[in-house]
C-alpha cells in the first residue's frame, strides 16, 4: 500500500472516529472488509498477501483503534490454513470468520448498555461529551424504559456532536446543547459526567476524543464522577506513547491574520481523574482499576 | 437611430462592468437604467413595459421551487446512493455522476446541481487518492451540457423560451438528441484523454476497503437533513405537478411562467415553510439584474440600433440559410465561452426576429442555433458560465486550486466538440426542413 494511500485511510478512520467512536467505527470497518472481500478480484494465491496487507494498515491507524486492533489479532490468528486454491470458498470462510467478529462486537455492544443502564439513576443530569455509541444506546434506552434523567450535551464541532443531538431530539431526550468552553456555569446542575474512549492503557491513560481530558478535570474538581465507558476489548497493552495520536500541524486564515495552529486527533485522560470504568460487567470504582489494568 | 448614441454608450458600459466584475451585476444593470431615465431617454413606464414578466416569472417561480426541494435533501440523499453504486470504481464516479448532474441540470438549475453534487464528488475522490479536479470541471461542463436539453434548464433557454413563446415540449424534442449525442462525447473524450486514471480498483483490497469506508463516511456526513417523508412527497408531486403542466402546456394554455409560479405558491402553502427564510434562498440580484438588462436592450430596440445590427452585421453573411444558422450558433458559443450568456442572449433575441423578418427559416432553426451557441459556449472558459465559477469555488473551498487554463485545457475541446455536433444537427436538421 502507498504511503499516500495509507495516510488518506488513516484519515478516514480518524474521522469515523469522530462521528460514530471506537465501537462504532470498528463495526464500521468490519462491515467494509467483508464488502471489499466480496469485491476484489485476484486469483486464489493473490488473496493472502492482500488480506495481509490490509490487516496490517488496519493495525497502524493513527491513533489505534484498539477494539479493531483486539479482533483482527484473533482474525489472523483464525485464518492460517484457510487460504486454499479455490478463491469462493476461500472467500467464503474469510467472510464466515469477519462476520463472527462482528457479532462479538454487537454483543458486547448490547451488554455494554446493560451496563450503562445501572449508572443512571432517576433526576440524573449527565454530561454528555463524546459520540460513544455505548453511551448513546444506552441513552436512549433508559428513555425508553421511562427513566426520568437530563442530558447536557457538549458542543464540540458540529460534525462530532451532531449524531448525538439527533440521538436526543429524535427519541424525546430531555436535553440541553451547550458549548464545551460553557460547562463552568452549568457545572453545579450536573451529577455525573459519561465519556467515551478509544483505548485504555497500562500506564493508566485512557485515549479519548479531544478536549475531554479539560472536561474531566473540571469534573474531577466540582467532585462530579466521571464514567468511562470503556468495553473488555478497548484495553490495550501498549502503554500511551505507542498509540500513534495524530498531529496536525495547518496554516489558518481567518479575517485578515493568518497562523500556523497545531491540533492532535485525541487527548490522554488520566485515569486518576476517572471514577468509574463502565465494562460488560458494569461500572468498576476506582479502587479495581490495578486490578483491571492488571488483567 | 436617432438618440441611440447615449444608450449605446450606456449598454458598452454596463457590458464593461459586468465583463470585469466592476461592480455587483444587478447594480450595473440598474444603475444603466436609471442614467437612461434621468436623461429622458425613456420614461419609467415605458422602461417596465421592456421587462418581460413571463421570463421573471418562470425564474422566480422555479427558485422558489429549487429552493423547496433543496430543504427536502432528496437530492443529496440521490448522490450519495450514486456514489455508493461507483464501488470506487473511477470511470463509473464519472458516468454515474455526470449521468446525474445532467438530468438534474436539465431540470433544477445548473448552480444548484453542482452545488450538490461537486462536494460529495470531491469527498469521493480525495479521499481515494484521485485527482478531484478532471471530475469537478468535467461535472461543470457537464451541468452545461445537461442544462440545454429543457426550457427550465438554463437561463438563456428561459429567455429564449418566454420571450418567443417556444413550449417545454419544443424544447425537449429538438434539443434532447444533439444534448444526449454532446454529452456522450464530452464523456467518450474525457475518457480518452486520462485513460490511466480510471484504471479499475477491483484488484486492489485496500483500495476496496478505503472506498467502503469511505462511502460510509459520505452517508454520514452529507445526509444531515432528516428526511421528512410528508416534506419530501409533497416537494416532488409539486415538481412532478410542474413538469405535467409544462409538458401539456399547448392544452392548458398555461404559459410556464405561470405555472412555476402556481406551483411555487402551491408548495409554500402545502409545506408551510418559512417565507421569509425562504426569500432569503431567492436570487433577487439575478432577477433585478435580468429586469435591467430587459430595459437596457428594450431601449436599444427602439432606437432601432438592433436592427442595424442585425443588417449590418449579421445579415450582411448572404442569404445561404446553412451560413446563417451556424453563424448565430458559433458567434453564440464564442462570444458566452468570454461574456455571461445571460446579457448576450437578451441582446440577440430581437436581433435574430429581425433575421427572420429578412429570411425566414424553418422549425424555429435559428432558435435552437441560439439556445444551443449560449448553453454549449459557456464551457468554453472558467467564466463561461456561472456553474463553472461556482464548481471552481467550491473546490477552491475544499482546497482543491483549478487554474483558468487547467479549467481551459479540458473545457475547450470539449466545447468545440459539442459545437461541431451541434453544427452538424443543425445543418442536417435545416437539411431536411428545406
Known sequence: ?295 | MEGALLPIIVFLLVYVALTFELVNKAVAALFGVMVLLITHVVDEHEAVSFIDTETIMLLLGMMTIVAILRRTGVFTLLSVRIAALTKGSPLKILIFFSVITAVLSAFLDNVTTVLIIIPIVIELTTGMGLDPKLYVISQAVISNIGGTATLIGDPPNIIIGSKVGLTFNAFILNLSLPVVICFCAGLFYLWLTNREKFRPIDTNLAKLFSVQLLLEKIRNEFLTTKIDRTFLIKGLACLALALLLFVTQTVTGMSPGVVALTVAMLLIIITRVDVEDLMEEIEWTTLLFFSGLFILVGVLEEKNVLEWIAHNVFLRVGDNPYVIVLMVLWVSGIVSGFLDNIPFTITMIPIVKLMLESHPIPNDILWWALSLGACLGGNLTMIGASANIVSVGIAKRHNVHISFLEFMKLSVVITLITLVIASLFLSIYLWVSL
Open chain 1, 1 to 295: 500500500m502507498k504511503e499516500k494511500d495509507r495516510q488518506n485511510l488513516f484519515k478516514i478512520f480518524r474521522d469515523h472516529g469522530d462521528v460514530l467512536g471506537a465501537h462504532g467505527t470498528s463495526l464500521v470497518a468490519l462491515e467494509s472488509f467483508i464488502r471489499s472481500i466480496q469485491d476484489v478480484k485476484c486469483r486464489a494465491d493473490q488473496l493472502q498477501p492482500l488480506v495481509d496487507e490490509l490487516i496490517q494498515s488496519i493495525k497502524n491507524t493513527e491513533p489505534q483503534i484498539t477494539p479493531l486492533v483486539h479482533l483482527m489479532e484473533a482474525f489472523e490468528t483464525e485464518m492460517v490454513g484457510q487460504f486454499g486454491e479455490d478463491l469462493d470458498a476461500t472467500k467464503q470462510s474469510i467472510i464466515a470468520l469477519l462476520n463472527d467478529k462482528l457479532s462479538v462486537l454487537e454483543g458486547i455492544g448490547k451488554q455494554m448498555v446493560a451496563a450503562g443502564l445501572t449508572c443512571i439513576d432517576r433526576y440524573d443530569v449527565i454530561i454528555v461529551y463524546s459520540t460513544s455509541a455505548s453511551i448513546r444506546d444506552t441513552l436512549v434506552k433508559a428513555r425508553k424504559i421511562g427513566k426520568p434523567f437530563e442530558v447536557l450535551i457538549l458542543k464540540q464541532d458540529f460534525t462530532k456532536t451532531r449524531k448525538l443531538i439527533w440521538t436526543a431530539s429524535g427519541e424525546d431526550i430531555d436535553h440541553e446543547v451547550i458549548p464545551e468552553y460553557n460547562l463552568s456555569n452549568f457545572i453545579t446542575k450536573a451529577n455525573k459526567f459519561f465519556l467515551g474512549t478509544m483505548s485504555i492503557t497500562p500506564d493508566n491513560k485512557a485515549v479519548c476524543p479531544l478536549g475531554a481530558a479539560e472536561v474531566v478535570s473540571l469534573c474531577h474538581l466540582n467532585k462530579i464522577p466521571v464514567y468511562l465507558f470503556a468495553n473488555s476489548l478497548k484495553f490495550s497493552h501498549k502503554p500511551s506513547h505507542d498509540h500513534r495520536i495524530h498531529e496536525k500541524n495547518e496554516c489558518r486564515l481567518e479575517g485578515q491574520t493568518s497562523y500556523n495552529m497545531t491540533i492532535h486527533s485525541h487527548c490522554l485522560v488520566d485515569l486518576a481523574h476517572v471514577d468509574f470504568i463502565v465494562r460488560e460487567e458494569g461500572p468498576i470504582p476506582r479502587a479495581d482499576f490495578q486490578k483491571l489494568l492488571a488483567c
